[in-house]
């Protein structure tokens, strides 16, 4: 079992940063640690399905982005203090949402889910 909170969202306007964070707590399940997990972050905007922003390998060597976000937001991570961050840089109102962060399990998609943190950037 993981369980994971999402904090740092909130009302911003253009042009304007904010830092996410994602504390990933519980037992293991099936022998697994954070470290152990690659984590991502996705957003649902208002209206619309839920998509991908970024994610972190394991060990915090790789990353990937979407295009949308790309040299705006970075992910990293803090496995001593089981915890996953989004810098986010130069807001647009476009990257209003809803921000999830997730840990990977197998898959394209996460398997565990945190309850997800505002994001309204006004223009």
């Known amino acids: 079992q993981v369980q994971l909170v999402e904090s740092g969202g909130g009302l911003v306007q253009a042009g304007d940063s904010l830092r996410l964070s994602c504390a990933a707590s519980?037992?293991?399940?099936?022998?697994?640690?954070?470290?152990?997990?690659?984590m991502g972050w996705f957003r649902r905007p208002p209206g619309k399905e839920r998509e991908f922003v970024a994610k972190?390998?394991?060990?915090?060597?790789?990353?990937a982005y979407a295009d949308s976000v790309k040299g705006r937001f970075t992910i990293s991570r803090d496995n001593a203090e089981n915890t996953v961050y989004l810098q986010m840089n130069s807001l647009k109102p476009e990257d209003t949402a809803v921000y999830y962060c997730?840990?990977?399990?197998?898959?394209?998609?996460?398997?565990?889910w945190g309850q997800g943190t505002q994001v309204t950037v006004s223009s």
């Open positions: 972190i390998h394991k060990s915090g060597g790789t990353t």
């Open positions: 997730g840990a990977y399990v197998v898959g394209a998609l996460p398997i565990y």
């Open positions: 519980g037992r293991t399940f099936s022998g697994r640690t954070f470290s152990l997990y690659d």
